[in-house]
């Protein structure tokens, strides 16, 4: 079985490189991945020179040999592909794409089949094939959302392949009205909550890290580069502590901050203003998720 990729920018490499640093094709199966600009694959075929590898720079390649295609390119190029590819494309193309804000009933109308939508999240990013423990290596949340016309096996396809390398979380169509799936019962931004936490997440933390170490290095003679890295070991170890020992957020505060010590002080004055902060980035991003909604709508349905 030929496996497509159209798109390898952060999204499309990043799930190429893990389905080969995990070996996770079959014997019989190959990678096609395509990309507009060649140069892109410079390091890939160097690390993967191997024979169940392709790349192109001709999405009609990918089209015309594979029945499973992921599309991985930037939201608003998504139509050109897709109606590049239609001619070549039959109803048994099962197309998965990462593009987020365009949902089932923005690509209806260019093509009426089998469509699954990943959220990954470069948290998931895989940095050596030393943790053969599935679970070890499994990080970062990929939400997963397919449409009525993909069976059983098709799901299980795409859920696999993520879990693999990730956790996966499906999110389940809302509830249609008359079975109709133009017909979207309006309470549903699951999909949306979700993708704030698990896609857009490595880099709200990441800011974080920078703000906090930032501020940390205007207040000492320490270098940034020291203090960034005592910042990191100590969120990687917190993340542990309830990863792994599952104690709670109230457990671990309880546990640094002693009543009326210098962590407390800290403690508090995040409780009063962290509230704020957090949910004006919410409110900002779901509305940017409405704008980006209305653009799809005027792009793909009018
Ligand atoms: N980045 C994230 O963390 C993240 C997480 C979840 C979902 N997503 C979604 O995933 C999608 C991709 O995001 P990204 O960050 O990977 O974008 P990106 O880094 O900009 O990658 C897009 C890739 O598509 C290629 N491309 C553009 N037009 C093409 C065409 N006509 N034919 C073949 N290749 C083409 C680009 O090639 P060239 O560079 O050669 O032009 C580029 O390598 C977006 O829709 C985004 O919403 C992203």
Redesign the pocket.
């Known amino acids: 079985m030929k496996i497509g990729v159209?798109?390898?920018?952060?999204?499309?490499?990043m799930i190429v490189n893990n389905i080969l640093k995990l070996n996770l094709l079959l014997d019989d199966e190959e990678l096609i991945v395509?990309?507009?600009?060649l140069n892109?694959f410079e390091s890939l075929i160097e690390e993967y020179p191997e024979e169940n590898l392709n790349i192109t720079?001709d999405?009609k390649e990918v089209a015309t040999q594979c029945e499973k295609i992921l599309i991985?390119?930037?939201?608003p190029?998504?139509k050109?592909?897709i109606e590049?590819i239609k001619p070549f494309i039959t109803e048994k193309t099962h197309i998965i794409y990462?593009?987020?804000?365009?949902n089932f009933n923005h690509i209806k109308p260019l093509f009426d089949g089998k469509l699954s939508l990943v959220?990954?999240?470069?948290a998931s990013t895989v940095t050596s094939n030393n943790s053969i423990s599935s679970l070890a290596r499994r990080k970062g949340v990929t939400l997963i959302k397919h449409n009525s016309k993909v069976d059983l096996q098709e799901r299980l396809f795409v859920e696999d392949l993520f879990n693999e390398f990730s956790i996966v979380k499906k999110i389940d169509n809302p509830i249609y009205l008359n079975e109709d799936e133009d017909n979207l019962h309006p309470k549903d931004n699951e999909l949306e909550l979700s993708?704030i936490i698990t896609?857009c997440g490595?880099?709200f933390i990441a800011m974080m890290i920078e703000k906090f170490a930032q501020s940390c290095s205007d207040y000492s003679n320490l270098s940034k580069e020291e203090i960034e890295e005592m910042v990191l070991k100590t969120v990687v170890g917190t993340a542990m502590l309830k990863d792994d020992q599952e104690l709670s957020n109230e457990d671990i505060i309880n546990k640094v901050a002693t009543k009326k010590g210098i962590t407390q002080e800290g403690v508090d004055l995040l409780d009063k203003k962290f509230n704020k902060i957090s949910k004006d980035l919410i409110r900002t991003i779901l509305n940017r998720y409405e704008e980006v909604h209305e653009e799809m709508d005027k792009t793909y349905l009018n």
């Open positions: 159209i798109g390898y920018g952060n999204m499309g490499s395509s990309n507009r600009h892109k720079s999405n991985s390119v930037e939201t190029q998504f050109e592909i590049e990462t593009c987020a804000g365009l959220i990954p999240t470069l993708t896609s490595p880099a």
